[in-house]
Each structure stands twice: as C-alpha cells, then as structure tokens.
C-alpha cells in the first residue's frame, strides 16, 4: 500500500511525539500513529528503517527546532489522529478525568484485559486525574480467592502502582444505604413473584402484584431480606421499577439485588443480601465520581440500566460519558480463567505464570514491560468494531513495542 506523503507524515508524527514526550519520540508511537493513516503490519518491515532514522534525526533536534519544524509539517497529521493513537476524550478536563477498570475475581489478568484496561489507563494518564481497578465481587459464587492476590499483582504491575484498588465486598454498607433510598424514592421494589411467572408477566409488559406496595411495606420486606431470619434464596429480590413497556423485555423491571447465603472468601457469612452488578457498579460510579466509561459493546444493555439508576437517584444527565469497544479475539491462546484453572489442577499447567499461557504474570515473567502494552492498546485504540489476531501476529507486535 502507497500512502501519499509517507515521508512527510512519518516526520510529522515524530516531532509530535518529540514535543509531547520530553524532545525524545519513540518508533513505536510513530508506527501506531501509521496505522490511522493505513500502514499494515505486514508493512512495517518495509519502513521501520526510514522510521528509526527520521526518529533519530528528530531526537538530536533542540526543543525549538522540534517545533518549529512541527509547525511547518502539522498539515500532515491526519485529523482523525488523537493522542498518541487515541482519540480526544470529550469533556475532559485537565486534572479531572476519573475512569475504571473492573475486573472480576476469576483468575488472573490476561492480555485482553491488559489491552482494554490500558485504553482507560492511558486516558487519565494523558489528561490527569484518577484511575482505579475496582474487583467486582458480589457474587459468592463466582469467586476463585487466589485471584485477589493475582489481581492486585498484575494491576500493580501493568498500572505500575498509579491506581487505587478497590474490593466492592468491602462496600457493601454503601449498597445497603443506596437500596433504601431507591425504595424511598419508590423507584424499586420487593418482588416475592416466582421467577417464571414473573418472567411470563413482563415479557407481556404486565405488571406484578408486587409492583404496587407501598413505600412502607417495601421497606419492611427489605428488613427481612436482610434479617438472618427472613427470606431464602430465591423468595424475595429487590427490583427496579422501570418502564414496563420498555420495547426490550431485559429493561423491565430488572433485579438490583437478591438473598445468596454462598460464604464469601473474604465477608464469610456477614452478609447474606447481596448487590447485584447494576446497582453496585451505578453506586460506585456515582461514590467515585467517575467522568469517563469505556466497556465492551456486550456491556450496552448494562450501561442503560445503569443510566436509569442515575436518573431515579437525581443524577439525570450526569451519566459519565461513555465508549464501547469490540470484541479482540486472540486465536490459538487460551483466555478462559475456568480452562485455566482446570489446566493448573491437571498439571497442564505449572501456575498462572506458566509461559504457555498469555496472562500477565507469565508475561512479566518473561521480561514485557507495561508500556509495551499501553503501546499495543494505542494501536489499536477505540473501536467497536471486532478484530481477530493469532498468536505469532500478537507477539510479533508486542515484541516490536517492547523493545522500545
């Protein structure tokens, strides 16, 4: 492929590099900042010597002359091209940018969580202000207790110590406190309905007896949900009370939180209500004063959900700006953290760490530094479209950008 300029723009995009990092540009950069303008990574063989030149040129230039030459070549800079391969963030402000990275204890982190979490990461690292990997924790049921230690690990690695962890089962009071006021607000209920024949109702935008109790009766079977004493699995959810002729059935009425008398590894038996991921994850962000969201695209229905949680708390139009991103499949490597785990008991495997497997730990361990990542997630920046790498394309990638 011939793109027009290629000199011109290769120049270009260095002396940006330069000016934004300290009159030192990098290839790598410069590369991911190719990719926008069409360069294929089959290419990159075909340029990286113009590319390591030019770089050196631009580095032995003073900060003056970097700029001054910038102005003359910015004209080359394609205008879809945004910070270093990442697009502008809207209404962002200096210093104030808040986002997350929300990791489920399952297992330890792989290389798609490392990819999309540094999209998040390099965004508050651009413009300032708070990053935070929060552990969702709320379902005794899916936990693996390894991974807490695993997951600490690997984010104070790839985040290189620059985000607040946080465990959301320490929050529970929080969750507590957040329930009662949407029941206040009567903005959800106590549903005590079997499950099918709730299902059966809703899905013909019919309304349960439930539905219409009164604040005060509401709260009392919020009482015993929470009394040791008081309901069971399964005999009493909490709801929210949504549009029930929303035209997507999964928006009517949707559970906030339920009875599960699992133990929790960490909580054990204190609590036995526990918060189901759209009220916690809504409670968090507003708590957290979260300004930015970018999830996967499978994520839509949540984050609207979440939206209308915001809006019965009085939070109408502060949803925090929001971008999905599609789906990386990574052929030929195994990324299930239930796979994983059966492969560490059968002795497929020797740990996490092992260096067949594609998780950070094994990585690390294999000498990858965190900016190789942050690189490779500038490359591919944000996009809902899918996309498809095996694995000999994936290293190869990665180890151009780790060797910066």
Request: proline share 4%; charged share 30%; hydrophobic share 35%.
């Amino acid at each position: 492929m011939t793109i027009k300029n290629l000199p011109e723009k290769i120049r270009a995009y260095a002396l940006k590099n330069a000016i934004a990092h300290e009159e030192k540009a990098q290839a790598g950069s410069v590369i991911s900042s190719l990719f926008h303008e069409g360069l294929k990574q089959s290419e990159i063989k075909n340029y990286i010597k113009e590319i390591n030149k030019i770089v050196s040129e631009i580095n032995s230039l003073s900060s003056d002359e970097q700029k001054k030459e910038f102005e003359k070549l910015e004209k080359f800079i394609s205008v879809r091209e945004g910070r270093e391969g990442l697009p502008e963030l809207p209404n962002a402000k200096k210093g104030k940018v808040i986002m997350r990275f929300a990791p489920s204890p399952s297992g330890a982190l792989h290389i798609g969580h490392a990819l999309t979490a540094s999209i998040s990461y390099l965004f508050v690292k651009n413009y300032g202000g708070k990053f935070y990997v929060r552990i969702e924790d709320t379902n005794p049921e899916n936990i693996y207790p390894p991974a807490y230690k695993l997951l600490q690990d690997d984010s104070k690695w790839l985040f290189e110590n620059d985000a607040e962890i946080l465990i959301q089962s320490e929050r529970m009071k929080l969750y507590y406190k957040y329930a009662e006021k949407l029941l206040k607000k009567n903005s959800a209920y106590i549903c005590t309905c079997n499950s099918e024949k709730f299902k059966e109702l809703v899905d013909n935008k019919k309304k349960c007896v439930c539905r219409d109790l009164k604040v005060k009766e509401n709260l009392e079977r919020w009482r015993k949900m929470l009394s040791k004493t008081g309901y069971k699995p399964g005999e009493a959810v909490l709801r929210f009370r949504s549009d029930i002729n929303h035209k997507n059935p999964a928006m009517r009425d949707f559970p906030l939180a339920r009875v599960n008398l699992t133990e929790h590894p960490i909580q054990k038996n204190k609590y036995r209500v526990w918060p189901l991921m759209n009220l916690a994850v809504a409670v968090d962000d507003i708590e957290l004063g979260m300004t930015h969201i970018i999830r996967a695209k499978e994520h839509r229905d949540n984050a609207e959900r979440q939206k209308m949680i915001y809006n019965a708390l009085g939070k109408k139009g502060k949803y925090p700006w929001t971008a999905y991103l599609g789906r990386i499949h990574l052929k030929d490597m195994e990324l299930s953290a239930s796979k994983i785990t059966q492969g560490i008991k059968e002795k497929k495997y020797s740990g996490w760490d092992d260096p067949k497997l594609p998780t950070l730990a094994s990585l690390r361990k294999r000498g990858y530094k965190p900016s190789a990542f942050w690189k490779f997630a500038e490359r591919i920046g944000l996009s809902e479209n899918d996309k498809t790498m095996d694995r000999n394309e994936f290293f190869k990638l990665l180890d151009f950008f780790n060797r910066e």
